[in-house]
């Protein structure tokens, strides 16, 4: 095929299955040679919520998410998206309009060296010097954005190149079009030592990361739980690896969750009593892992992952399993069949029911409280009335990850629940829903976000209204940055300038063409929560929330030790 060096990078796209890109509408060239018919864009007012699109998109779908920008400070506030999706394995491919080759170094407007600054966010970052190139590096980027451990590329599109005509083959590979592009599977005697491991167990835990659901391991997490009488915790982005109403599932661990009202005491003190630790798609990191207390020095650990420089990084690995962790339990549970290896019958769903009633009864007071201002846990509680198999939780970083995780139930196996987990980074929720639902718009997406990280944010309502996205977003409006406060407060004695003025953010809302209604009532949250979720575009509830209220973070119920760090 000849034509222009856009065109060709166009044609390469749509061949690779791609339907939605968010961005400035850069690199120029490649957006006028779309195919609307076949790959709608979404024109952002920043180019950091078009990578977070992006991100959410490729969670949703399992395919990459393409994120576009043009040069210079376009390029710089991507990087924020992608550092989030590289530290949380997720396919993103970035397409930066590059400055043309023939004046690289002459101080051309907004001039960027894209490579060196780039390259720390990403797997990789390529260059199309002709137009001739353009098939293949698209292809390229695809099949490294997808291949080992999931990440995100940038591919730089210089303006020249972009207008000159060439020759190339605008063709997809369906094997890279998706993640996990490879299945990768650790040795036989590895295998076999995992499962004797398992067998002899008194006390195993398995802990389901993000890699559990990345690699759409579900069935077999389920089947490994109950062969092993295992309990199931998992990490923030474990979470949904397991239907947790199932007898062994033990929620969400972490500091994030293990706190006052927190179901996590029940998953890090299972972390902290196990002998036999099953470490599944995880990087181990410091909240889900308390300060990396947990598992115990006593513990055996098998760790299994695709990506190995994340075996044995901060635990001490028995049994180290390299592979994808679908096809890895797959052959886990055939040898343990042909084996006759099964952990004999034991009482582990029963202690776990009993911990699991002590937590409901002590969440019950606040969760059903009638106070003003509202307590987050009922204004949870009132969501989890509209939680069904459809829904689709995208919650912020801070507190509303931490009340969304601990007290909001998956209640099947599958990806129920999106957060920034990678780098914490607050002003992230608002545009993964628009993303999100853009990916799967049969699915109920309520976001859920604290009044702090939703002014990162904002000016998106107006692109969820002008692509008559429907989602619901519930605003914890506390008047202040709640975990700054508290941590300061706690840690120092005194906070400094973290409240705000009171803004109704659901007259922000209906301003920028969406819907909205502020809630202070609790008896009026199911009302509005209803209302919302029949919006025909972005509805914001403002609930008013107490100011006082804490996340159940470990240690937010009692002073901070002079030193400490979060």
């Known amino acids: 095929m000849r034509a222009k060096g856009g065109c060709l990078v166009a044609e390469t796209l749509q061949a690779n299955g791609v339907s939605w890109i968010f961005g400035m509408e850069d690199p120029i060239e490649v957006f006028h040679a779309l195919d609307r018919s076949v790959t709608r864009s ?76 780039l390259t720390p966010y990403v797997k990789a970052v390529l260059r199309i010097d002709t137009p001739d190139q353009g098939p293949d590096l698209v292809r390229r980027a695809f099949r490294i954005a997808t291949s080992g451990r999931p990440g995100p590329v940038a591919l730089l599109c210089p303006t020249d190149v972009m207008s000159l005509e060439g020759d190339g083959d605008p063709y997809g590979v369906e094997r890279y079009m998706h993640v996990p592009s490879h299945r990768g599977r650790p040795a036989t005697a590895d295998i076999i030592r995992a499962a004797e491991l398992l067998a002899a167990a008194r006390r195993p835990l398995i802990v389901a990361g993000g890699g559990s659901v990345i690699s759409g391991a579900f069935a077999e997490v389920r089947a490994l739980a109950e062969r092993f009488d295992a309990p199931v915790a998992t990490t923030m982005t474990g979470k949904g690896a397991i239907a947790e109403h199932h007898p062994l599932a033990a929620g969400v661990l972490g500091t994030s969750t293990g706190g006052l009202y927190g179901r996590g005491k029940i998953s890090n003190t299972l972390l902290a009593e196990a002998d036999v630790v099953c470490i599944l798609g995880s990087r181990t990191g410091q909240i889900c892992y308390n300060n990396w207390t947990t598992p115990g020095s006593a513990a055996s650990v098998i760790h299994l992952d695709i990506d190995p420089q994340e075996i044995d990084r901060n635990f001490a690995v028995t049994v180290p399993l390299q592979g994808d962790v679908r096809d890895t339990l797959r052959d886990l549970l055939s040898y343990c069949d042909s084996a006759g290896i099964a952990q004999s019958e034991s009482t582990r769903a029963a202690q776990l029911a009993r911990q699991k009633d002590a937590w409901l009864a002590e969440l019950a007071p606040v969760a059903g409280t009638d106070a003003r201002p509202m307590r987050p846990e009922r204004v949870v509680a009132e969501l989890n009335h509209f939680v069904d198999a459809q829904t689709l939780i995208v919650t912020d970083a801070s507190y509303s990850t931490g009340w969304a995780m601990s007290q909001m139930e998956a209640p099947v196996a599958g990806r129920f629940m999106l957060s920034p987990r990678g780098t914490a980074s607050i002003g992230w929720g608002l545009a993964a829903a628009i993303g999100a639902k853009l990916a799967d718009p049969a699915r109920d997406v309520i976001c859920v976000t604290g009044d702090g990280g939703f002014g990162y944010v904002i000016n998106e309502l107006e692109t969820a209204a002008r692509y008559r996205v429907n989602l619901l977003v519930v605003v914890f409006n506390n008047g202040t940055l709640g975990f700054q406060r508290h941590w300061e407060e706690k840690a120092i004695g005194r906070a400094m300038d973290c409240d705000f003025l009171d803004v109704d953010y659901s007259e922000v809302s209906r301003a920028l063409k969406g819907g909205g209604e502020r809630v202070a009532d609790p008896s009026q949250l199911a009302a509005a929560i209803a209302r919302g979720k029949t919006f025909p575009g972005p509805y914001v509830i403002d609930a008013i929330i107490d100011p006082e209220a804490a996340a159940p973070i470990v240690g937010f119920d009692k002073p901070i030790a002079e030193g400490a760090y979060h």
Do not use: W
């Open 42 to 117: 979404v024109t952002v007012h920043d180019e950091k919520h078009a990578a977070i699109m992006a991100h959410a998109y490729a969670q949703v779908t399992g395919r990459p998410g393409i994120c576009t920008s043009t040069f210079g400070p376009g390029a710089t506030n991507l990087v924020t998206g992608l550092l989030e999706a590289l530290r949380s394995s997720v396919p993103v491919i970035a397409l930066v309009q590059d400055h043309p080759l023939s004046v690289k170094g002459r101080n051309a407007s907004s001039e960027l060296d894209h490579v060196v600054a």
